[in-house]
């Protein structure tokens, strides 16, 4: 890519910068090759027009620098005058410039000064009042443009004016009025032999060259006054440069916040970038009035403001509702704005007063926030409706291919071979709620989905009732009502969450039946009452969670561990008598408990626990398993 290097740096034509690339043609280069090379012209033609951008305003600059010069060591009016035309035809780069003053006892314009021009007639017209472009201009003092001036309807046409046109071949012309004060004195023109649209910033330029122009003309007029032209003129340079660095900051601020959205940036880096353009300090905050980036420019004299301590409800609803940033003692600040939606604000303590374009460059930041801030929402509930998708296609569907189901939950970074808990939540809920639980559970690599007005909640962990204690308590801060969930677990693999989903379900279901609006419980923590009052009457459910290992030992070892505790509690917990009713030593008995303290944790025998075991065994006996 070197050969764009090089034409670059020789400053090359346009039409150079397509050799490579048909030069790689002609070669028979791959096409990977030819759309590198075609990519890398683009990228040079850019830089060069950049390049070009900088040097004309350089130029244009210099210009303005070298007329107020001229006008600082005026000497010869003439010569100034003579000057500005040339400028104005160069820096325009046009056939024609040319430059009219007002006659006060004749009441017409006449021609002062031209540069370019090869017609008599055309350099000896005069205009009346209102006659042409020029007339117009002068009569009206507004700035008129055409691309084809001889056949534009918008100008009263005379056959000495049309003459003096055509003589010269003039088609393009731009005329700007020469003020002095609300006085029109004369008219700028720069002119062209072809058709040829004028840009605003060459409106611009033309109009601070005529004003250059006027400055000289009265300085001749009003010698006695010189002085005060020339502080006025110090005035002017010192408002364009002012300007030009405004322009220069606003272009380098637009640079580098689209560089951050094409490379995929942040907040973090529209703020930092802004802090670079324009010094102070500077907090994003969010929706919530919560610091979510801080940036400050090195050396910077000011602290950077706490949203903490400053009142900033007033402030941002202004700046909402008047489209624009505003000022609050030493803090400038600007709503962040998308649509409907408050997404924040960025709070600025400059460390000089900003100017009109300052502050539009901390609004064009606020802008990019939104924008950013819009995108990061976007794909966070594009990537939670995904996940919300696998929870439901877990709940809902039988799961047939397990490795399938594990290999998509590992893509959303969820193991689902590891223990999690299942919580389902409240009861008629809206999407706020859901907007809730998708953050909960994306912060905890889980899943969340909303189902029939309940929400569910699948998050890796071992410990249902804290998890539903927690979901409870801060789903119901969040929506401001009592909020109920349940929770079941821990369960290992795809195939066990839909039942522990109904399992959840059937616990909130037991609290909403026992009045405990607002709280939170595992399935566990019910025991049969959960049997009971659940509506989904899970008997098989329950037998497990409650004698489930002890029954799967006797399937696997073929022992009576379950007879012994039947005839252990028909027994009223006396060891001889389950011991004659088994037929066997009461050290057998013994063993045979300790064997089920160590498969069901040693307080089994608790009364809060032993009453759901022997309920467990009586459905265990009665579905004849």
Known sequence: MHEYLDLLAREAAL????????????AGAPAEKIEDLEQAKLRALRVRALLERRRRREEELSALYDTAGDLAGLRDVDAVLRAIVHRVRTLLGVDVSYLTLNDTELGDTYMRITDGSVAASFQQLRLPPGAGLGGLVALTGTPYATANYPTDPRFQHTTEIDKGVADEGLIAILGVPLRLGSAVIGVLFAANRAERPFAREEVALLSSLAAHAAVALDTARLLSETQTALAELSAANAVIQAHSESVERAADAHDRMTAVVLRGGGVDDVAADLVG?????????????????????????????????????????????????????????????????????????????????????????????????????????????????????????????????????????????????????????????????????????????????RLALLLPGDDPTGTARQVARELTRTLGQAVTAGGAGPARGAPAVAAAYREAGQCLDALLALGRAGSGAGAADLGYVGLLLGDGRDVGGFVRRVAGPVIEYDERRGTALVRTLEAYFDAGGGLAKAAEGLHVHVNTVTQRLDRVAQLLGADWHQPGRVLDLQLALRLHRLRGV
């Open 277 to 453: 353009v324009l010094a102070g300090a500077l907090v994003v905050i969010d929706a919530q009035g919560r610091a979510v980036a801080t940036a400050q420019t090195p050396g910077s004299s000011g602290e950077p403001p706490d949203p903490a301590v400053v009142e900033l409800s007033e402030a941002v609803a202004a700046s909402r509702s008047e489209g624009r940033s505003v000022r609050r003692d030493d803090l400038v600040i600007a709503a962040v704005v998308a649509g409907a939606d408050n997404l924040g604000a960025l709070l600025f303590r400059p460390d000089r007063p900003l100017t009109g374009a300052d502050q539009r460059i901390l609004e064009r930041a606020a802008q990019v926030t939104a924008l950013l801030l819009l995108f990061r929402r976007t794909v966070a509930d594009a990537e939670a409706q995904v996940r919300g998708d696998l929870l439901d296609d877990l709940i809902s569907r039988p799961v047939a291919e397990p490795d399938a189901a594990r290999s998509r939950a590992a893509r959303l970074g969820l193991d689902v071979d590891a223990p999690f808990v299942l919580v389902v939540a409240g009861d008629g809920l809206r999407q706020r709620a859901l907007s809730w639980a998708r953050t909960f559970a994306a912060g905890r690599h889980g899943l969340a989905v909303m189902l029939q007005g």
């Open 15 to 26: 039409v150079e910068f397509e050799r490579p690339v048909v030069a790689a043609r002609a």
